[in-house]
């Protein structure tokens, strides 16, 4: 059996082409979430996966195995639910609301723009839809959010800083203003020479 005991976050600087030359192998989030597994390669090699404690393997990472060859690693379809709002009877803010309670609930959940995906539950199921959620099992790759403090997230590409340039202004330059709940207050602003739509 032939060790991996190296991860490099979605093949951070390796070529292109050493990515496509490399083996894969397919694995769902029960197995990727572990950070000592077996498996077996798209070459037929028995790998014996070795990482940290706490590593979770994400869709897109390389494994490193001992003889220096590497192992694109590549989220299987797996059965979960999707939850989107229901776009007749509510609003994308009731994705919102179905994150919150789910993340009360510790549940692993991935968060995408327009939809949630979790691991198959008729209880949080039938709570999403009594919340006017629409709830789908379909068969889909699954890549939870790893927590607020996981060494290896998958959402910003690993070490991510938000120490950045947005590219747009909020403003004036002298610095940040303040939240104000009342922003008809405020003197850069004036609600008066044109409309939203809506009432003040």
Known sequence: MLTANKLMPQGRGLAPVLLKRAATIEL???????SRFDA?????????????????????DV???EDGSLVRVIAAPQPVL?????????????????????G???VPIELKPDHLKI????????????????VVAVEEAFEPEGGAYGSHEHSHGGGHSHDHDHGHAHGSSKGPKPLVLAPELLDDHSHDDHDHGHSH
């Open 28 to 34: 769902d989030w029960d197995v990727r979430q572990k």
């Open 40 to 60: 077996t390669d798209s070459q037929g090699r028995q790998i014996g996966v070795f990482l940290p404690r706490g590593t979770a393997v994400r869709g897109g």
């Open 63 to 65: 494994l490193v195995a």
């Open 82 to 102: 999707r939850i989107t709002h229901c776009t007749a009877h509510g609003t994308p803010f009731d994705l919102t609301r179905a994150a919150y309670h789910l």
């Open 104 to 106: 009360n609930r510790h």
């Open 119 to 134: 691991e198959p539950d008729h209880v949080l199921a039938d709570m999403l839809r009594s919340m006017h959620l629409i």
